[in-house]
């Protein structure tokens, strides 16, 4: 391979790794509000919120990325908003990633036991302290796998930008053989797509592998806890 294509164009692969790295943890932080939000509504006793907060979900999960980033690129506009390729791949992915990871936490809290809540209204506490001081810490748990899945399913749709023109990864490796063919001739596509392959490869391994110490450390800390003394003796006795 032709490894002086990749080197004489580092400067411009490492601007759009850092334009992926962008879109990835903004699309990330918005997609975990969205998560935490309407996955929790999504466990509501009210059944119209309920009802609602599944229905945002199941239609934001339903529709494929690609459509997803074409319909928000093109049809903002018609909303009155001007995105450009950038701001639409994060509110595409954001919708997407938001709304699967809603389910995730839906399905983290019913795991929760219900005598937990049942337990925790008797002890008097409100709904906010019971979901961050009860339900929390047991739920997050069966989260952390599933929702580490998703953060690696993003981290790689960051290439759907490049469909409406944002300069990203792969992008950048589409106009470098452009350029490459036009003025040296040949295909060096081999070359520049076999690149990216290992930076996406090398950084979804890196995400895999911190999520799982995180998922240790947790998954610790939830184990001693019940075995305390301090958390024993907190509790009120009647």
């Known amino acids: 391979m032709n490894l ?56 934001f999960r339903d529709i ?3 459509v997803s980033v074409f319909f928000v690129f093109f049809g903002a506009p018609a909303f009155g908003l001007q995105l450009d390729p950038v701001e639409a791949t994060i509110v595409s992915l954001s919708l997407w990633g938001g709304a699967n990871g809603a389910e995730i936490v839906r399905g983290g809290i019913n795991a929760v036991p219900k005598h937990q809540f049942e337990s925790t209204r008797a002890l008097g506490l409100s709904t906010l302290d019971t979901f961050v001081f009860v339900i929390a ?62 930076v996406y490869f090398l950084a979804s391994t890196a995400m895999t592998r911190g999520t799982k110490r995180l998922e240790k450390i947790f998954g610790v800390s939830t184990r001693r806890k019940p075995a305390s003394p301090s958390t024993q003796s907190s509790v009120p006795r009647e």
């Open 4 to 59: 002086h294509l990749i080197t004489s164009n580092a400067d411009f692969f490492l601007r759009a790794a850092r334009l992926s790295i962008f879109i990835f943890v903004m699309s990330a932080l918005c997609s975990l509000a969205i998560s935490l939000s309407f996955g929790s509504v999504a466990t509501a006793r009210n059944p119209v919120l309920r009802i609602v907060a599944r229905s945002v979900i199941e239609f």
């Open 137 to 198: 810490p047991q739920a997050i748990r069966p989260i952390i796998p599933a929702y580490a899945g998703l953060c690696t399913i993003l981290l790689q749709s960051t290439s759907l930008g490049a469909l409406i023109g944002a300069t990203e990864l792969l992008k950048s490796a589409q106009i470098v053989i452009e350029r490459a063919a036009y003025f040296q001739g040949g295909m060096p596509g081999m070359t520049v797509y076999t690149f990216i392959l290992c």
């Open 64 to 66: 494929p990325q690609i």
